[in-house]
C-alpha cells in the first residue's frame, strides 16, 4: 500500500486542520488505519486509528474531544479532522495501515512520508 499524507500548515491555536491520506495499491478496506505524530526531539505517537468498516475508532487522550478520524473505502482515503488546535499538536503526522486490522495500530505494515503540522500560539 501507498500511502499520500496532505493537508498540513501553519495555524493558529484554536484553529482547525483537516488531514487526508490517499491509498493506493491495495485493496484499501482490508487495513485498519491510523495516524501517528512526532514532535521536535520526542517518539513517535499513535493519534488515532479506525477499523476496517470505520466503525470502530481509537483516540489517544491527547486527541479525544478534538480530533476526528474518517475514512471513505470508496476513496481509498482517510482523514483527521482536527480542531481547537495547540502549540502542543505542532508535529509531523503520518497516515499508516495495518493488516492486521486491530486499533490502535501498533506495528503498521505501511506509513505514510508524513504532513507537518505547525500551531502557533
Known amino acids: 500500500v501507498q500511502l499520500q499524507a496532505s493537508g498540513g500548515g501553519l495555524v493558529q491555536a484554536g484553529g482547525s486542520l483537516s488531514l487526508s491520506c490517499a491509498a493506493s495499491?491495495?485493496?484499501?478496506?482490508?487495513?485498519?488505519m491510523g495516524w501517528f505524530r512526532q514532535a521536535p526531539g520526542k517518539e513517535r505517537e499513535s493519534v488515532a486509528g479506525?477499523?476496517?468498516?470505520?466503525?470502530?475508532?481509537y483516540y489517544a487522550d491527547s486527541a479525544k474531544g478534538r480530533f476526528t478520524i474518517s475514512r471513505d473505502n470508496a476513496k481509498n482515503t482517510v482523514y483527521l479532522q482536527m480542531n481547537s488546535l495547540k502549540p502542543e499538536d505542532t508535529a509531523v503526522y503520518y497516515c499508516?495501515?495495518?493488516?492486521?486490522?486491530?486499533?490502535?495500530?501498533?506495528?503498521?505494515?505501511?506509513w505514510g512520508q508524513g504532513t507537518l503540522v505547525t500551531v502557533s500560539s
Open positions: 499508516a495501515a495495518g493488516s492486521s486490522g486491530a486499533i490502535p495500530l501498533v506495528r503498521p505494515d505501511y
Open positions: 479506525i477499523s476496517r468498516n470505520g466503525v470502530g475508532r
Open positions: 495499491g491495495r485493496t484499501f478496506s482490508n487495513y485498519a
